[in-house]
């Protein structure tokens, strides 16, 4: 959990046991420093676990920074920052390993409840500049409203923001570089500098149509990751799963409601509880998924693609 000046102080009723002491804006499901919860691996972080056994992690042909995608779920209660990502090439120019291109998929949102998600149309960079010297460059934005189980794509380079009244699930490369381009007079440092650099008048981001398969619905496909919606009831097997990949690479499974066991191939049960990601390697060995009442998952893929395959 992640302190942040515009997060919760309740938790509930996503994580209603955490005992919060400040605001805590995310939560994060697959950071470096996330601890496996069970097995012969628990207690060693995601990070030590890629590094130590890249080819198995994460597939061949792998960058060698670990996991690729980081998954947070954002609790906001006042505006975040207005900010902007860099992509790859002005990331590693920087002498970052990646850029960062993110989505939103909304959980859960309040009457009302908007995003800022790029620029109006015709939008200068002049404009921008000048709206920074009298503090209107939120009218530049283009807003969105969002409903409950909406995906938003945020590509690098995006002007963005989220305002309160959603629950979010954010998935992003694994990075954590952003720039902030306007922060309402929160007194906090800005990088109105690397914001003009990295920003981009126009961009893919907004809201994605559903796509409906026979046995799920991708949200999102994009060069760094998919996300497929998925209702299990009964048994499914990990094979299953996968059944639409061409090729293996880390996956993660979030369960958005429902209950849910996890079957390894000893036999042995997994917890997962609600709200929570299961890793899945590329090398994962045999599994299985079973929900007696229903159960609703997103299945979030790494894509090879960043891996230099």
């Not at 997994?270 to 997103?298: K, M, N, R």
Request: aromatic share 6%.
């Amino acid at each position: 959990m992640v302190s942040r000046i515009w997060g919760t102080r309740n938790l509930a009723p996503w994580f209603p046991n955490a005992a919060l002491t400040e605001p805590i804006g995310e939560v994060w499901l697959s950071g470096d420093a996330c601890t496996a919860h069970s097995g012969p691996l628990q207690g060693q972080s995601l990070q030590a676990i890629c590094s130590a056994q890249a080819e198995a992690m994460l597939g061949s042909g792998n960058d060698g920074h670990g996991s690729p995608l980081l998954i947070k779920i954002l609790f906001a209660q006042e505006k975040l920052s207005v900010q902007v990502h860099p992509d790859d090439t002005l990331a590693q120019r920087q002498g970052q390993p990646r850029g960062k291109t993110e989505c939103w998929y909304a959980l859960e949102a309040a009457p009302g409840a908007e995003v800022a998600c790029g620029l109006k149309a015709g939008v200068s960079l002049e404009a921008i500049e000048a709206s920074l010297q009298d503090h209107t460059l939120e009218e530049l934005l283009n807003v969105l409203p969002v409903a409950a189980g909406e995906m938003i794509f945020v590509d690098a380079g995006t002007v963005h923001a989220i305002w309160p009244g959603a629950v979010l699930l954010e998935t992003q490369q694994n990075s954590d570089v952003t720039y902030r381009l306007y922060d309402y007079g929160r007194p906090r440092a800005l990088h109105i500098r690397e914001s003009l650099e990295a920003l981009k008048l126009t961009t893919e981001a907004g809201k994605v149509p559903v796509l409906a398969l026979e046995d799920r619905e991708i949200l999102v496909d994009c060069a760094y990751f998919r996300i497929e919606r998925m209702q299990i009831h009964g048994m499914v097997s990990g094979d299953a799963l996968a059944a639409k990949e061409t090729q293996v690479s880390l996956s993660y499974l979030f369960g958005q409601s429902g209950s849910v066991t996890a079957i390894g191939q000893d036999g042995r049960e997994i917890p997962w509880p609600e709200h929570t990601a299961l890793a899945v390697p590329a090398q994962a060995t045999p599994f299985q998924l079973e929900s007696t009442d229903g159960a609703t998952v997103l299945r979030i893929v790494a894509k090879r693609s960043q891996h230099g395959a």
